[in-house]
Structures are given as structure tokens and as C-alpha cells.
């Protein structure tokens, strides 16, 4: 079986719960301040390892105590960290999330070290092949996506290609995903651009999921479980690419990577057990 390489950010999520989110000029108070793996990259590597895939990823973190813990936390969950760099005088990157009554969240990212990703990182893709999947989002220097998009297509690797946060990206990079993962927001930022995907998946939350138009509903959550919603794309991510690299088809891909998603609302934090 192949490999799901996850091109992407790891990041410490300094996650707060507030009764509701505030507007623009206001303050508000937290309770409480929990130090929480993150990152929309490692998030997704950990989601697709959860599933049985084996998984590489590549990145980076800062020269600090948060990104050793980071690394080794990592590499107790069986995932291949040969390929994350160590930034020499960065710190390693940061979210700042609030988490409201209702479990939706706001999200300011700070990149620190996942600024520091570059094309010359990308090495391990030349080992890629048909077998594997290659995993993206945007959460690192949008070339270094670029680069990573053509290199593993240039070698037959299928590329998953979580377009978030929303940035405009070739239209040659955004045709080569297999899917082109988007939410109903990041939909529409696509439909105004002149980038045509060859295949494209757009989540819609509990109303689940429809690729290339083929709509499935996912796991039903009584909204009285629903904890954190912050994770619940990234898990889908990961365990899509976990399916489709173990070889399922589009639906067995698609009902995993929605019950993935559906457990990720009910604890808190992007990654089960993510206390750092």
C-alpha cells in the first residue's frame, strides 16, 4: 500500500471558550487557555494516520520547545517526520482560536516557521508514485504548493488539494487535484476565479459532502455533542486520502472521510488528544 505525504503547517492552537465571539471594537472574556496541537497540515497527517495509512510529513517547525515536543509527538503516532525542518531562530507556528457556546470558532494564525517552507524541502516527493497520495493545503508559502502539485503529478501520485484558507493558486495546480477539496465558502471564491478543477469535492458540514456533484450526508451529530468544530475539515482530509490511498472507491472514500469528520466535532481541539 502507498503513502499519504502531507505538504502543510504545523502550528501550536492557544484555543480560549467564549460565550460568543465579539465584534469588531469589543472585547469579550475566555475561560480557560489550553495549549493544543494544530496546524491544518499536521492535523490532517495525524487524521490520516488514524486510519492505518502510512504517512510522511513535510514541513516545519521553529528552533523551540514547542517544536521538539511537536516532532515527538509526531513520531509517536507512527508518522514520518524525516521530512519536517527545524527553522534555526523561528519560533514554530501559532493559532489563536476562540471557541464559542455553539462549538464554531475563530481563528487568527500566526505562520512563524511554516513561513520558512520552500520548494527545496520537497525532497521526499521524489519518491512518490501511483500508490501514494500527496496532500495539501494552504497554510504554507503558496509556491511551495505550486511545486508540490506538479512534481508529484509529473511522478503519477494522486494529489488531494484542500484549498484553505482560500488563495488563488495556477489553474494548471488547481486541475491536476484529485480532489480539489472545498468548503461551501471557498466554493464560491472558486467559482469567481478563472480556475476550472478537474475534480472537486465541496463540503457543506452536517449536510455532508458532493464530489463532482455526487452528494453524500455523513453521520448524524445531536448538536448537544457537538464540542469543537475547528478540526472536523481537516479530519475529513486526512481520512479521504487514508481511504483513497488504502484504495476505495469515491464513495467509501467520501462515508469515511464524513464519519471522520463527525467524530472530530465531539472533542475539543483539531487532533483527538491534543493537549501539547
Not at 453521520?219 to 486526512?238: I, T
Request: proline content about 5%; some cysteine; aromatic content about 2%.
Amino acid at each position: 500500500m502507498g503513502r499519504v505525504v502531507v505538504v502543510g503547517s504545523l502550528s501550536i492552537d492557544l484555543v480560549t471558550q467564549v460565550e460568543r465571539h465579539p465584534g469588531p471594537g469589543e472585547t469579550v472574556l475566555g475561560t480557560g487557555l489550553e495549549r493544543m496541537a494544530g496546524g491544518k497540515g499536521a492535523n490532517q497527517a495525524v487524521a490520516a494516520a488514524a486510519c492505518g495509512a502510512t504517512v510522511v510529513m513535510v514541513g516545519a517547525v521553529g528552533s523551540d520547545e514547542a517544536g521538539s515536543a511537536y516532532l515527538a509527538r509526531l513520531s509517536a503516532r507512527g508518522i514520518d517526520v524525516a521530512s519536517i525542518r527545524v527553522a534555526p531562530g523561528c519560533p514554530t507556528g501559532h493559532a489563536l482560536i476562540a471557541v464559542d457556546e455553539a462549538g464554531e470558532s475563530s481563528i487568527v494564525v500566526v505562520a512563524g516557521a511554516n513561513a520558512t517552507v520552500d520548494p527545496d524541502d520537497l525532497d521526499v516527493l521524489g519518491s512518490v508514485g501511483p500508490g501514494d497520495v500527496v496532500l495539501l493545503q494552504l497554510e504554507v508559502p503558496s509556491e511551495v504548493v505550486t511545486s508540490a502539485v506538479r512534481r508529484a503529478s509529473a511522478r503519477a501520485a494522486r494529489v488531494v488539494l484542500n484549498l484553505a484558507p482560500y488563495a488563488l493558486l495556477p489553474p494548471d495546480v488547481v486541475a491536476l487535484a484529485d480532489p480539489l477539496v472545498v468548503n461551501e465558502h471557498e466554493a464560491l471564491l472558486l467559482a469567481d476565479s478563472e480556475s476550472m478543477p478537474a475534480s472537486l469535492l465541496v463540503t457543506f458540514g452536517a449536510a455532508g459532502a458532493a464530489w463532482d456533484g455526487d452528494q453524500l450526508t455523513g453521520p448524524e451529530v445531536d448538536p448537544s455533542q457537538v464540542l469543537d468544530m475547528s478540526g472536523a475539515g481537516d479530519a475529513f482530509c486526512g481520512a479521504l486520502s487514508a481511504a483513497l490511498v488504502a484504495g476505495a472507491d469515491r464513495h467509501a472514500a467520501l462515508r469515511s472521510a464524513l464519519a471522520a469528520g463527525a467524530d472530530a466535532v465531539r472533542h475539543r481541539g483539531a487532533q483527538r488528544d491534543p493537549v501539547l
